[in-house]
Nanobody, 122 residues
Framework: QVQLVESGGGLVQAGGSLRLSCAAS????????MGWYRQAPGKQRELVAT???????NYADSVKGRFTISRDNAKNTVSLQMNSLKPEDTAVYYC????????????????WGQGTQVIVSS
C-alpha cells in the first residue's frame, strides 16, 4: 500500500505565493508520473501540472509561467511552487502518483492524496 500526504495549503491574498509539498511512503518499486490536480467547488477535477520520473513537465495553460512543479526522486517527494496566485486558483489540490509496485509486474497503480485546501482572496 502507498500513501501520499500533501502539505502547504492555506489562505493567501491575490498575487501571493504558496508552496505545496507531497511525500510518498509505503512499499513500491518506482514512482513513474507524479503531479498535481485541483478541484474547485462545483467543478470537475482538473490537471494542474505533471512530471515524469525524468523531469519532463506539463502544465495547464492557466498556470503556465506562474506555477512550477519539481521532484526529488531520492526522497519520493513532489512540490508545486505557486506564484502570482489568483482567486480562480482557489481549490482543493490533490497530489497524484503512478506507482510500479514491483519490478516483476507490468501493471502500475494510481494513488491520490487526501487533498490540501488553497484559498486565494481577492
Amino acid at each position: 500500500q502507498v500513501q501520499l500526504v500533501e502539505s502547504g495549503g492555506g489562505l493567501v491574498q491575490a498575487g501571493g505565493s504558496l508552496r505545496l509539498s507531497c511525500a510518498a511512503s509505503g512499499t513500491f518499486f518506482r514512482i513513474n508520473d507524479m503531479g498535481w490536480y485541483r478541484q474547485a467547488p462545483g467543478k470537475q477535477r482538473e490537471l494542474v501540472a505533471t512530471s515524469t520520473r525524468g523531469g519532463i513537465t506539463n502544465y495547464a495553460d492557466s498556470v503556465k509561467g506562474r506555477f512550477t512543479i519539481s521532484r526529488d526522486n531520492a526522497k519520493n517527494t513532489v512540490s508545486l511552487q505557486m506564484n502570482s496566485l489568483k482567486p480562480e486558483d482557489t481549490a482543493v489540490y490533490y497530489c497524484y502518483g503512478r506507482f510500479r509496485p514491483r519490478i516483476s509486474t507490468f501493471n502500475d497503480d494510481d494513488y491520490w492524496g487526501q487533498g490540501t485546501q488553497v484559498i486565494v482572496s481577492s
